[in-house]
């Protein structure tokens, strides 16, 4: 199947720094990709839709000025958590839709653990 | 968006045969249903699709009653390592899944 990386896998920063998580399709090229949050026990939370050239679309109650996504190629997309917070502590996973003929198949990342101190 | 019901947690043993059913009530007619199977701390991954009847592939079965109201993923003769969280998601198009609870599955020895 087709392979969606996530860097960093983890990380751990200070309470107010900013943290930039990468996800790239390795094998395929994305128009579309999805942003997901996973709180310990819980399900998977949709964050925002990123679309290639344009403004990535935000689900309610997501803070968009606070969770900025860029999707300038379309092998990446990016989602940078502004002015972190320990409740930003989190999951974080995103997944990439491959387009054929005829189908579309969502492919998911790795996940990158995000720690705010 | 279709919303998705299912158990929220089941236990079974090895070599059992596992059946997670899953209702989705409001499905439309574009939406496929697919199953994914997520491990701590990993990404889900993907386990099945299918559109209607019964789809069938090298880990598990698909089976969908003709109203398509509800599935059911089945897997066959479980082992510890099939210890997860099962995800039931119904979509089309742009793929934009709604995660449900999942389906807390623990296999026992």
């Known amino acids: 199947g087709a392979v969606v990386s996530q860097h960093p896998s983890r990380v751990i920063c200070k309470s107010g720094t900013s943290v930039k998580i990468e996800c790239r399709s390795l094998?395929?090229?994305?128009?579309?990709m999805f942003w997901y949050r996973q709180f310990p026990k819980q399900s998977l939370m949709l964050m925002a839709t990123?679309?290639?050239?344009?403004?990535?679309?935000?689900e309610q109650g997501v803070e968009k000025d606070k969770f900025l996504i860029n999707h300038a190629s379309l092998t990446l997309s990016t989602l940078t958590v502004t002015s972190a917070h320990p409740e930003d502590s989190s999951f974080y996973i995103c997944?990439?839709?491959?387009?054929?003929?005829?189908?579309?198949?969502?492919?998911f990342g790795p996940g990158t653990r995000l720690t705010v101190l | 968006l279709a919303k998705t019901t299912q158990p929220i947690s089941m236990d079974s043993y090895e070599g059992q045969e596992v059946n997670i059913t899953c209702s989705h009530n409001?499905?439309?007619?574009?939406?496929?249903i697919t199953w994914y199977q997520q491990f701590p701390s990993q990404g889900p991954r993907f386990i099945i699709q299918?559109?209607?009847t019964k789809v069938t592939n090298e880990v598990a079965s698909l089976f969908i009653p003709a109203d398509r109201k509800s599935s059911t993923l089945s897997l066959p003769r479980v082992s510890l390592s099939d210890t997860a969280v099962y995800y039931c998601?119904?979509?089309?198009?742009?793929?934009?899944?709604?995660f449900g609870t999942g389906t807390r599955l623990k296999v026992l020895a």
């Open positions: 997944s990439a839709i491959k387009t054929g003929v005829g189908y579309n198949e969502q492919f």
């Open positions: 094998d395929f090229q994305a128009t579309t």
């Open positions: 409001n499905i439309a007619t574009n939406d496929y």
């Open positions: 299918g559109y209607k």
């Open positions: 998601l119904v979509g089309s198009g742009t793929y934009k899944y709604i």
């Open positions: 990123s679309n290639e050239g344009s403004k990535a679309t935000y």
